[in-house]
């Protein structure tokens, strides 16, 4: 099934009656080349571009709830490439490019949205570290631009001008970046995985790890067990719990982010706006939410809710920079389950166990990554070689200290980031 | 999420300062794996798990706190320096 505007002209005025279903719902086999285990964003990416680009079909996704149920539908949808140091920088630069073609590509309207990013700065140290963001940036060959207050004002009148404490000083902005619509990002590589042979199996829990002679050969399931060559985890806040049926410890700490939407409200917030008080984030869904978060509850969780301490601080600092939306009522929240590593970036290797492969370690930036991630990821189990992309999320550069990518030098410790 | 404190009483989270999993130190000389299972791996449980808190706006006492990570039911706490985590392993 293909989609285009005649398509959709066509289904309105013949009752809507001729789409299908997106995917199948099989049967999961007894052996397969690879096995993923996680059928959220960064898993599904993984079988499409592994059936795509490496032409590796023999593939099922193993979800033990429902396809896009986890951090892929429960985030922020902000997608960017405004990093910072080597390894980092060039897999979100290569992240992003693969979002600006993701819709063509699979076919799939994900609401990629580049209404730009503006992050402010509120003191000389942040001016002085934005421009040299800036500059690294525009190295790594993608966009970045300085705006003084008065360009900053012209864009979002709405901010307060007049915070004493926190006066508004300009901003570092990506024009590149934006939103995109998560539910339909995991849909699509979900359909285009699927249009290419990949089985995607839902409510099927992993249970067990099967591994012989330090050689993984299949996983237990709550549907049987599956022989597979490679094994590959995606599991995000739970990649803990999958890797220690592999007899795995991981240097990580799942940890709860929240997120909050208001009541829908007329079109006010363009862009993407962070404000470097408070760590604060916001932007405007289509349906006119305002959707904004900040920091990390701190403290390990699984329960994907949050305190109200951290609740109140984001409120606080939404506040102090937005006066107008303290009449505005709060629609929502949730919270995700983050798999924090020690110095805040991605982990994408080999496992100590052949045939074992590792995607974990997203902290709080997956969704930006999720296309970045199965690409890069692919390659790494299709040719057992890091992608170019991807060549320094290392796993045993924590137990090294060589080629810890700590984005904040906040220090490369765990409830730092 | 509230902790009761054993010297101060029951108190609002904002008043702790999270450290993380209960680890005992590994001696000076020990070796890097030692150091590297202390710094970085973590069991991650999602259940009851033992954790240091610090109490940075009441008695300044650490505190080892069991806390079910999958409920945020705080199930016991006791001060560190009676639970045993003083000191090298």
New interface residues.
């Given amino acids: 099934m293909r989609f285009s505007g005649w398509r959709v002209l066509r289904e309105g005025l013949t009752g809507n009656k001729g789409w299908r279903p997106h995917w199948r719902d099989p049967e999961p086999k007894s052996e397969y080349d690879v096995v993923i285990i996680g059928g959220g964003g960064h898993g599904l990416a993984t079988a499409y571009y592994l059936a795509k680009e490496h032409g590796i079909t023999n593939v099922a996704v193993l979800e033990k709830g429902y396809l896009g149920g986890g951090n892929v539908g429960r985030n922020t949808t902000i997608v960017r490439a405004n990093y910072y140091l080597p390894g980092n920088s060039e897999f979100y630069s290569h992240s992003l490019r693969l979002w600006e073609g993701m819709e063509q590509d699979l076919n799939y309207n994900a609401m990629m949205s580049q209404r730009g990013i503006i992050n402010l700065f509120h003191n000389d140290g942040q001016r002085d570290a934005a421009v040299r963001r800036g500059n690294s940036i525009v190295n790594q060959g993608d966009d970045a631009e300085i705006l003084s207050r008065e360009q900053v004002r012209e864009l979002a009148p709405f901010l307060n001008f007049e915070n004493n404490r926190f006066p508004i000083m300009g901003g570092l902005m990506q024009r590149r970046a934006g939103t995109a619509r998560h539910d339909a990002v995991a849909w699509g590589f979900a359909r285009g995985a699927d249009m290419r042979g990949v089985d995607l199996i839902q409510n099927c829990e992993v249970t067990g790890i099967d591994v012989e002679n330090g050689k993984v050969v299949g996983v237990q399931t709550a549907r049987g067990p599956i022989r597979a060559k490679k094994v590959a985890l995606a599991a995000a806040g739970r990649s803990g719990q999958v890797a220690a049926m592999a007899g795995l410890t991981l240097p990580i700490e799942s940890h709860v982010l929240q997120a909050f939407v208001s009541e829908g409200l007329k079109p006010i917030v363009d862009h993407v706006i962070t404000f470097a008080e408070g760590h604060l984030y916001i932007s405007q869904s289509d349906k006119g939410g305002l959707v904004f978060g900040s920091y990390l509850d701190f403290y390990s969780s699984y329960a994907a809710r949050g305190n109200l301490p951290m609740a109140e601080h984001t409120m606080e600092s939404f506040v102090a920079m937005v006066p107008a939306v303290s009449k505005a009522r709060l629609l929502r929240s949730w919270g995700g389950i983050m798999d924090m590593t020690p110095d805040g970036s991605p982990i994408i290797d080999h496992s100590p166990i052949d045939g074992l492969y590792l995607n974990c370690g997203w902290c709080y930036g997956g969704f930006k990554a999720t296309p970045g991630s199965g690409s890069v990821y692919a390659h790494l189990i299709a040719t057992d070689r890091p992608h170019g992309a991807a060549t320094r999320f290392k796993l045993d550069r924590f137990r090294s200290g060589v080629g810890l990518m700590d984005e904040e030098g906040a220090g490369a410790q765990h409830n730092l980031h | 999420?509230r902790i009761t404190c054993p010297l101060c009483g029951e108190r609002?989270?904002?008043e702790f300062y999270?450290?993380?999993?209960a680890l005992v130190r590994p001696a000076e000389g020990a070796d890097?794996?030692a150091w590297?299972?202390y710094?970085?791996?973590?069991?991650?449980?999602?259940g009851p798990?033992d954790?240091l808190w610090y109490h940075e706006m009441g008695c300044n006492s650490w505190l080892k706190v069991t806390?079910d990570?999958?409920?945020?039911e705080i199930l016991a706490v006791q001060l560190a320096s009676e639970a045993g985590l003083g000191g090298e392993k």
């Avoid at chain 2, 999270?18 to 999993?21: L, M, Q, S, T």
């Avoid at chain 2, 710094?39 to 999602?46: G, T």
């Avoid at chain 2, 990570?69 to 945020?72: G, I």
């Fill in positions: 999420m609002d989270r904002r999270y450290k993380g999993a890097l794996d590297h299972e710094v970085n791996l973590r069991e991650n449980p999602a798990l954790e806390r990570t999958a409920t945020h």
